[in-house]
């Protein structure tokens, strides 16, 4: 595949962050992400274990550095560490970067086989340090779990980055002792906004939190410092004088970060999505069984590419269905 020229949308912006959702399903149902009562795509829809190989590697030769696997919860997938110790062998070989996002419920178990793998940092989606509280937003996580999941990748030594979504009246009056828990142990915290993504049975209004208030309320406690530390994700950082600690703000709502944007999004389908708020998206799953050779699969991935929008139009309103009717965990977070 050497010589595949790379993948540049009409605004200039060069695709090297991939984002390859290996399932739609998950052990939790957070209640910003999706709703109790779950209906998860049937087995025979997603994609076997090679082909995500086989479609993540084709994204890597057009010049993907960056690989990211999320869910749902990956590490729910079945025979997921011959996916991940497969791909690894990209990395230093035109792949800078394989990594994932968890829940951490399955790190005990996973931890060291990641380690082995090539893999040295990943983001742990955590909302609260209170177990009734967790139960509350995860309907059904063992927040113990989490933490012998979180303990075990530390252990494994993975650089751990918490990811925690803004919740208002229900983690906001957490969020100082989270970034100082989390700077403690040594990790990086980001937090995020709620994002206006499927019906979930509640209305999101009653959860959305700007981060530009977040923010103001932080700085009457700690310091907070510009860095141009960057992990080639939406996160802008700055570092936290007291704590010595980074802590990033992903604001796809108050203040978007598109006009960068190098990401797409692969579902467990094969469907590529070049935008997360926008419902356009292409069929990868056919040319990737039309043929043994990738010929048809880069042509798809090339005239979708031509597609990718300049931003997304995510907007919160109680009177106005979510922005995208899909949810979050089909979408890859």
């Given at each position: 595949?050497?010589?595949?020229?790379?993948?540049?949308?009409?605004?200039?912006?060069?695709?090297?962050?991939?984002?390859?959702?290996?399932?739609d399903?998950?052990?939790?149902?957070?209640?910003?992400?999706?709703?109790?009562?779950?209906?998860?795509l049937?087995?025979?829809?997603?994609?076997?274990?090679?082909?995500?190989?086989?479609?993540?590697?084709?994204?890597?030769?057009?010049?993907?550095?960056?690989?990211?696997?999320?869910?749902?919860?990956?590490?729910?997938?079945?025979?997921?560490?011959?996916?991940?110790?497969?791909?690894?062998?990209?990395?230093?070989?035109?792949?800078?970067?394989?990594?994932?996002?968890?829940?951490?419920?399955?790190?005990h178990?996973?931890a060291d086989?990641?380690?082995?793998?090539?893999?040295?940092?990943?983001?742990?989606?955590?909302?609260?340090?209170?177990?009734?509280?967790f139960r509350?937003?995860?309907r059904?996580?063992?927040?113990?779990?989490?933490?012998?999941?979180?303990?075990?990748?530390?252990?494994?030594?993975?650089?751990?980055?918490?990811?925690?979504?803004?919740?208002?009246?229900?983690?906001?009056?957490?969020?100082?002792?989270?970034?100082?828990?989390?700077?403690?142990?040594?990790?990086?915290?980001?937090?995020?906004?709620?994002?206006?993504?499927?019906?979930?049975?509640?209305?999101?209004?009653?959860?959305?939190l700007?981060?530009?208030?977040?923010?103001?309320?932080?700085?009457?406690?700690?310091?907070?410092?510009?860095?141009?530390?960057?992990?080639?994700?939406?996160?802008?950082?700055v570092?936290?004088?007291?704590?010595?600690?980074?802590?990033?703000?992903?604001?796809?709502?108050?203040?978007?970060?598109?006009?960068?944007?190098?990401?797409?999004?692969?579902?467990?389908?094969?469907t590529?999505y070049?935008?997360?708020?926008?419902?356009?998206?292409?069929?990868?799953?056919?040319?990737l069984?039309?043929?043994?050779?990738?010929?048809?699969?880069?042509?798809?991935?090339?005239?979708?590419?031509?597609?990718?929008?300049?931003?997304?139009?995510?907007i919160?309103?109680?009177?106005?269905?979510?922005?995208?009717?899909?949810?979050?965990?089909?979408?890859?977070?």
């Amino acid at each position: 595949m050497a010589g595949l020229a790379p993948m540049i949308d009409r605004f200039g912006r060069r695709i090297t962050y991939l984002r390859v959702s290996v399932t739609d399903r998950c052990d939790f149902r957070c209640v910003y992400c999706m709703a109790e009562d779950m209906t998860f795509l049937p087995r025979q829809s997603v994609l076997s274990l090679e082909e995500l190989d086989r479609l993540a590697s084709a994204f890597v030769a057009r010049g993907v550095r960056k690989l990211r696997l999320t869910g749902g919860e990956p590490l729910v997938r079945r025979n997921i560490m011959s996916l991940i110790s497969s791909l690894a062998r990209h990395l230093g070989n035109g792949l800078d970067e394989l990594t994932l996002t968890t829940n951490a419920s399955q790190l005990h178990r996973y931890a060291d086989a990641l380690a082995d793998c090539g893999i040295a940092r990943i983001n742990i989606s955590l909302d609260t340090l209170d177990p009734a509280k967790f139960r509350a937003i995860t309907r059904i996580g063992d927040f113990a779990q989490v933490m012998r999941g979180i303990d075990a990748a530390d252990r494994a030594g993975l650089k751990i980055k918490i990811n925690t979504v803004a919740l208002r009246d229900i983690n906001a009056d957490e969020i100082a002792d989270l970034i100082a828990w989390a700077h403690g142990r040594g990790f990086d915290l980001s937090l995020i906004e709620t994002m206006p993504m499927g019906e979930i049975d509640t209305d999101r209004t009653d959860q959305y939190l700007p981060l530009s208030l977040v923010r103001a309320r932080l700085s009457q406690r700690f310091t907070l410092e510009e860095t141009d530390y960057r992990t080639g994700g939406p996160s802008r950082y700055v570092s936290v004088r007291e704590t010595g600690g980074r802590l990033g703000f992903i604001t796809p709502m108050t203040h978007n970060f598109c006009e960068s944007c190098n990401r797409v999004r692969v579902t467990c389908t094969g469907t590529l999505y070049m935008c997360l708020g926008q419902d356009d998206a292409a069929d990868l799953r056919a040319p990737l069984r039309a043929s043994a050779d990738d010929d048809l699969l880069h042509a798809a991935i090339d005239a979708a590419i031509a597609r990718k929008p300049k931003g997304h139009d995510f907007i919160i309103d109680r009177d106005q269905k979510p922005a995208v009717a899909r949810h979050m965990s089909a979408t890859g977070g």
